[in-house]
């Protein structure tokens, strides 16, 4: 994720990390070449069809429209993705108050909490699809990389940990009431990231955009002249980053720039978890070139 202080004028203008037009760049530079050679053609070979922008304004508008409606889809699943994360970090916290109050015994109450950093590391690396020897600090000394679901068989150790050690039901009922509503944030994390926008959208988005960009050069001839592909670059840079946008948004835990801080916040709770575990604190992440991971 970006993390930067407000800029000036020039710093919006010419910023490049965060955004998205280094990735959208060939293809605007391609419909402008292309826009380029049909007003020499039209100007200096034959006369080309020029066609009225009126259809054009109206096929544009509703292209934003349906853009604008797909973003605000891809938006709203980055933004549950972080408020479950954030209910993991509340819930976290909450366990190791929990296992301060009901595990008399501080080598269990370390076991369950190392178990749940675990828990947490595993869920971030199943989320980005990354190697499971990368996923933890090894806080339990425990190897869960034979496991099918490894996040699932950290909770899991977790909750039979809690229960054999628990002094009486209700303490094992408000440990294994924690432990679920983990389980609850993790399955909804899991079904953002198992459950892509439709590919219809994708592919809808994909031919209407070049479509539009490939067919208005013909209605800016007569009105821009010259000037028609500095224009065609403009609407493709709208339309092209629109599409890029939501498809960065639509996958949150993904490693990209505007992916959420997964990294950040396993630390943020690690922090927290440090005094329940007797150990100092590490430090908290800073972001690396406005990049916060």
């Known amino acids: ?29 391609a419909v402008s070449l292309l826009a380029l050679l049909l007003v020499w053609i039209d ?3 034959t006369a080309l069809p020029h066609l009225d922008a009126a259809p054009f304004a109206v096929f544009g508008i509703a292209l934003s429209l349906f853009l604008g409606f797909r973003n605000n889809a891809a938006y709203e699943r980055w933004w549950e993705g972080r408020r479950l994360w954030g209910q993991l970090v509340s819930d976290m916290r909450t366990l190791a108050r929990d296992c301060a109050m009901f595990l008399p015994h501080d080598a269990t109450r370390r076991q369950v909490l190392h178990l749940a950093l675990d828990f947490l590391h595993l869920h971030r690396v199943n989320l980005r699809r990354l190697s499971v020897p990368d996923a933890s600090q090894n806080w339990s000394r425990m190897d869960f990389s034979q496991e099918a679901h490894p996040p699932c068989a950290a909770l899991n150790a977790a909750n039979h940990a809690v229960a054999e050690a628990a002094p009486d039901g209700f303490a094992r009922k408000a440990l294994s009431e924690r432990l679920s509503s983990i389980a609850l944030a993790q399955a909804g994390c899991e079904r953002i990231a198992t459950t892509p926008l439709p590919y219809v959208y994708s592919l809808l988005v994909f031919r209407t955009t070049y479509l539009y960009c490939l067919l208005i050069p013909f209605a800016l001839l007569d009105a821009a002249g010259w000037m028609t592909p500095i224009f065609v670059s403009i609407i493709a840079y709208v339309f092209f980053g629109l599409a890029e946008v939501t498809e960065e948004l639509a996958q949150p835990f993904g490693e990209t720039v505007n992916g959420l801080p997964l990294d950040a916040i396993c630390r943020t709770v690690e922090i927290s978890m440090a005094p329940h575990l007797d150990t100092p604190p590490p430090s908290a992440l800073a972001p690396q070139g406005y990049y916060l991971s």
Request: glycine share 6%.
């Open 1 to 29: 994720m970006i993390i930067r202080e407000k800029t000036g004028i020039l710093e919006l203008l010419f910023a490049t990390k965060g955004s998205v037009l280094p990735r959208i760049l060939p293809r605007i530079i």
């Open 43 to 45: 100007f200096s070979i």
